[in-house]
């Protein structure tokens, strides 16, 4: 198997603008999670989804950001409109009902 | 609400020397513990998995073992090598808290060789 399929790896983009990261867990996979971590505070988990339904959003920051899952192979999430201060390193994960699996991340610069 | 907390934040040892990473964790109440590594710029690699009703858990030249109860895990890393250099992270997933993984702050090993 691949692994969980993160892209971009990298996007630069300017204050006010929509960011779109993409995510495909593992096959077979229940689970997926999004986390973000950043120096100051460390992994956060953001949303997660058991058989594609949300089901913890509380730790999304504010209603600027937002995240789907159409099907069990993909997830995105949506940053609109972005701010400096969402720049950090975005980590989806997956599970089938015990270890986690983490993607590459998807590193944010919004200037 | 559980906290985690990993000893020491940063460890520098020569290549071949034994070590243990300390984890631990607030509320015992927990489904399982996850230890991880991170190299710099790099995702999270799952290194170990232990279900609460285990003690120990082996892969190689690392073992972890958890004490539930007392709320601590560590990793064992036998004959370290330069390329364990990375940062090890403990995660818990709490009984309370869905499949929510709680996370340490790591503790940043340097192996020299």
């Known amino acids: 198997d691949a692994g969980v399929i993160q892209s971009p790896r990298h996007e630069v983009t300017e204050m006010g603008q929509e960011v779109t990261l993409r995510c495909k867990p593992i096959s077979g996979h229940n689970s997926l999670f999004w986390y973000r971590q950043t120096m100051m505070r460390g992994l956060e988990l953001l949303i997660y989804f058991n058989n594609n339904v949300p089901i913890d959003d509380s730790g999304m920051p504010e209603d600027r950001f937002s995240a789907k899952m159409p099907n069990a192979s993909f997830s995105t999430l949506k940053i609109q409109p972005s701010e400096p201060r969402d720049s950090a390193v975005y980590f989806c994960?997956?599970?089938?009902?015990?270890?986690?699996?983490f993607g590459p991340g998807t590193r944010l610069l919004v200037l | 609400k559980q906290e985690v907390t990993q000893i020491p934040a940063a460890l520098s040892v020569p290549e071949g020397e034994n070590l243990v990473l300390n984890c631990s964790f607030t509320d015992s109440a927990i489904y399982n513990l996850q230890w991880f590594r991170q190299d710099p710029g790099k995702g999270l690699t799952s290194l170990l998995l232990i279900q609460s009703s285990q003690r120990e858990q082996t892969s190689g030249r690392l073992n972890a073992s958890l004490d539930k109860s007392s709320g601590r895990s560590t990793l064992y890393i036998a004959a370290s090598q330069p390329g364990d250099s990375a940062t090890y992270l403990c995660a818990v997933i709490s009984e309370t808290s869905g499949s929510r993984l709680t996370f340490g702050e790591g503790t940043q090993l340097t192996v020299n060789p």
């Open positions: 994960a997956s599970s089938s009902s015990g270890a986690q699996y």
